[in-house]
Nanobody
């Protein structure tokens, strides 16, 4: 059975940083594309970043380019999302998702974690 567990969320002031982790069990993450999505209250789920299984393709939403970095540690079966220069509009529940093939939409992904809350506020 596949489990994805996000961690690393919390409350941070504008301009601060957080690193989210997505730990997997039941699958080998380097065989899967991983996406990070977020959902703010009253808004639709938004794709933040994704990385292909072969490392050669990475996408970022325009709203996070230059501030967020996605990476993976295959030895730990974990994918990370480093978030710098955080803004209040980055607030939301962040989810990681896995699928055999890279996609930028939530519907492209088969496996999901339960999410971790990120709140950017002074």
């Amino acid at each position: 059975q596949v489990h994805l567990v996000e961690s690393g969320g919390g409350l941070v002031q504008p301009g601060g940083s957080l690193r989210l982790s997505c730990a997997a069990s039941g699958i080998t993450l380097d065989d899967y594309a991983i996406g990070w999505f977020r959902q703010a209250p009253g808004k639709e789920c938004e794709g933040v970043s994704c990385i292909s299984s072969k490392y050669d393709t990475i996408h970022y939403a325009d709203s996070v380019k230059g501030r967020f970095t996605i990476s993976r540690d295959n030895a730990k079966n974990t994918v990370y999302l480093q978030m710098n220069s955080l803004k209040p509009e980055d607030t939301g529940v962040y989810y990681c998702a896995a699928n055999r093939y890279l996609g930028i939409r939530a519907g492209d992904y088969d496996y999901w974690g339960h999410g971790t809350q990120v709140t950017v506020s002074s």
